[in-house]
């Protein structure tokens, strides 16, 4: 999937690669129990439920917010990251080069995370925030919230 951002982007968070229902949606974050977009609408304070996919978009690119994947592509059946295999990256340095603006950036959970090593070599702060995903029930919701938002506050996402 390609990835959402501007030039205006201040923060990018690289999950690993999407899952099922974001690859048959082309919509990032699409399993309707994935938190990404919750946790966003409560730190934002915006009803992103309200807002078709576009407009949650249109939101994250306003607040300076830009997501990807680490991957472009892999072999994985069903939506796990410990499935993942043959994994083909994403140009992360391309992208972070068409972002002027860019302050930090932040992966969506562990597999993401693996790859820190290059994101690191941006010079810019790197954050391994707790995934997202419904797979990661480790962590409550209020928990993630707030690692989320330390984070965002941190590169002016949130007001």
Known sequence: MP???SPRAKLLVLGSFPGVA????QRY???PRNQFWPILASLW?????????VGRVAMAQAHGLAIWDVYESCLRVGSLDSAIQQARPNDLLGLAARMP???AIAHNG???ARHRALTQTLGLPVYKLPSTSPAHAAWSLERKREAWREVLQRHGLLE
């Open 101 to 103: 603006l860019l302050q």
């Open 45 to 53: 304070d915006e009803d992103l439920a309200r807002l078709d996919y």
């Open 29 to 31: 974050y699409a399993h």
């Open 22 to 25: 974001s690859l048959q949606s």
């Open 110 to 112: 562990g597999e993401s």
């Open 3 to 5: 990835p959402i951002w």
